[in-house]
């Protein structure tokens, strides 16, 4: 006799041997080894219930998970024992007796095998099973079936030939989805939903009965709900119907679930959090990659949070926490209660995400803890502080020189066009803006030549009036936040009184949300101040005529930059700026990026 098969016989003639209450004790303590010992089970849980039951405490949800290994535990003990156990099933049905053979369908929670027994001793009843990969359980396991009256079937033709037979036969909904099952919800989850059960019930025109299973200490109730008839409805609609009726009693009895199952794994929906650190420039460019990945066949959610930490101590400890993080980490996020604000850490701590996403550095060591803590994919763009092997994806500038298997390298700053028409309206009637040719400028600062910045800065300036009357284009001049005091008062010297200044914006002294987008807009050639990846960036991605003016010499990540570009994207513009030739763009850097961009589907989804 196979040494497996003695012991499974021998197992169930002990337990059968001890009190029964001392038996389910000890299926009690296999259910919290597992618990403690198989991580991946756990982790899997948790992810699993996490998303379902945001608003819970990871307390109260460890302890659903924990009462979850528990009843496991017992079921397998349960399952030595199943002559004394189906006398302990009580039956909720609301009919007097039972009709004639229909559809059970059911999922994994419970003591199923108990109530597959239970339910076979009072109907004709059969089973549709899969052989077990261990063949001497398998020979175990359907002894057990055959000595409870269950009659298993192991293949379609057979279970069919059963139901035309008029026995009642049982399908599970939330596992062992056909490839091209229908997609349904499932507590706001599009998951793969069996379809067998709808399928069976129209062919052979039967009735569907929900039911569900609980335990009671060492008693269970089954409940037989009302029936489905399927003869009108859409497979799809009577798919929503049934899991809606689960989604209730899982509510109600969430300890008696498996959550370890991959109920969620090939789901085809997605909630992505943009974290914000409150820079406009920074969250156009997660939004531009969120907008890559709707382009998916995934139904995809988003949110928006601005995050604050409570001071600059626990932003500098952020980043050691998160080099320290791990998959420990997981359904804790005590850390972020410190280093966050309360509001901050209260919106994190109520929800579930698949994907968290955030651009710079500032916010990548709370993305990397967070997404953790939550078994999710994290998502950086731009070089952050932390290594980007610890993030699932790293979208980081071509000019950074960083390469690695998660990281994709992108020409500059990425661009999002989210319904820009609204600010150009609003920009053009603010300065009432001509019909006639215009350029524009972008000032940003100097990097370490000051001096030679400032004088370069007055050479171009008076060379730009002179293109500007000779071509007879209006003049369109911005500084921004980085720009020094002297680079403004230049700007002013010169402009001032100069009749093609068609509008100018000194930032420190007044800054509108629609002037990037405005005069990007309506202009035929657009000057950058060569510093400036983003402006750079932004005018080449609207495939706008740009030019880089070197106002001092460039070096190091600013020079590979502008290097990445130099064939057929960007003019550059030297001193002494005599040569106001310029070209139209080649290529389109929003398209080369998108399309680099592309893979961002396959690594996150």
């Known amino acids: 006799m196979d040494k497996i098969y003695f012991l499974a016989k021998t197992t169930e003639k002990f337990l059968n041997f001890l009190p ?339 651009t710079g550095s500032f916010l990548a060591s709370v993305n990397l803890i967070y997404s953790r803590s939550l078994g999710a994919k994290s998502c950086v763009i731009l070089k952050p502080n932390l290594p980007v092997s610890k993030f699932d994806l790293a979208v980081i500038p071509e000019h950074d020189r960083i390469k690695a298997g998660n990281v994709i390298n992108v020409k500059g700053a990425l661009a999002n066009f989210d319904n820009p028409e609204k600010k150009i309206k609003e920009g053009k009637d603010f300065f009432n803006l001509s019909e006639g040719k215009k350029i524009s400028l972008f000032l940003g600062n100097f990097l370490n030549q000051g001096e030679i910045f400032l004088s370069n800065l007055k050479v171009f300036l008076r060379r730009l009036k002179e293109f500007s009357l000779k071509e007879d284009y209006k003049l369109l001049v911005t500084t921004s936040r980085r720009t020094s005091l002297p680079a403004e008062k230049i700007l002013k010297d010169e402009l001032s009184g100069f009749k093609n200044t068609e509008a100018a914006v000194f930032v420190r002294e007044k800054n509108y949300p629609f002037v990037v987008a405005v005069f990007l807009a309506f202009s035929d050639i657009v000057f950058v101040s060569a510093e400036s990846v983003s402006m750079i960036s932004e005018s080449l991605n609207l495939g706008k005529t740009t030019v880089s003016v070197f106002l001092e010499k460039v070096e190091g990540r600013h020079k590979e930059f502008l290097s990445s570009l130099k064939d057929g994207f960007v003019n550059f513009l030297d001193y002494p700026y005599d040569d106001f030739s310029f070209d139209t763009p080649k290529k389109s850097l929003y398209q080369e990026n998108r399309s680099c961009l592309k893979k961002a589907q396959e690594m996150l989804f």
């Open 20 to 358: 029964l209450g001392f038996s389910l004790y000890l299926g009690k303590l296999v259910g919290i080894y597992f618990y403690y010992f198989d991580k991946k089970k756990r982790r899997n849980a948790f992810v699993n219930i996490k998303q379902v039951f945001p608003h819970k405490s990871n307390k109260e949800l460890f302890s659903i998970i924990r009462k979850s290994f528990v009843s496991f535990g017992m079921s397998l003990v349960e399952l030595f024992l199943i002559d004394k156990m189906k006398e302990r099933v009580s039956l909720e049905f609301k009919e007097s007796r039972f009709p004639s053979g229909h559809i059970f369908v059911g999922i994994h929670g419970g003591s199923w095998e108990v109530y597959s027994a239970r339910l076979a001793g009072i109907l004709n009843y059969a089973v549709f099973a899969r052989k077990q990969k261990n063949k001497s359980l398998d020979v175990f396991l359907n002894e057990l079936r055959k000595r409870s009256n269950i009659r298993a079937c192991f293949s379609l033709r057979e279970f069919v030939s059963m139901i035309k037979k008029g026995f009642w036969v049982t399908v599970v909904i939330d596992h062992g989805a056909e490839e091209k099952a229908q997609f349904v919800n499932f507590f706001n989850k599009l998951v793969p939903t069996p379809g067998g059960a709808v399928y069976l019930a129209k062919k052979f025109n039967r009735k569907i009965f929900p039911s569900f299973g609980y335990r009671k200490g060492t008693r269970h109730r089954l409940i037989i709900g009302e029936p489905i008839d399927c003869r009108d409805g859409e497979e799809k609609d009577i798919l929503e119907k049934l899991n809606r009726i689960y989604e209730k009693y899982i509510s109600s009895y969430p300890s008696q679930y498996l959550w370890w199952y991959k109920r969620f794994k090939k789901k085809k929906s997605r909630k992505i959090l943009i974290l914000s650190d409150n820079k406009t420039g920074h969250l156009t460019q997660s939004l531009s990659l969120l907008e890559i990945l709707r382009e998916s066949d995934y139904r995809i959610e988003e949110e928006i949070m601005t995050l604050k930490y409570k001071n600059r101590f626990t932003r500098a400890l952020a980043e050691i926490i998160a080099l320290s993080s791990g998959k420990l980490c997981l359904g804790c996020g005590k850390c972020l209660r410190f280093l966050l604000e309360k509001e901050s850490f209260q919106f994190l701590n109520k929800r579930f995400f698949d994907i968290v996403i955030s």
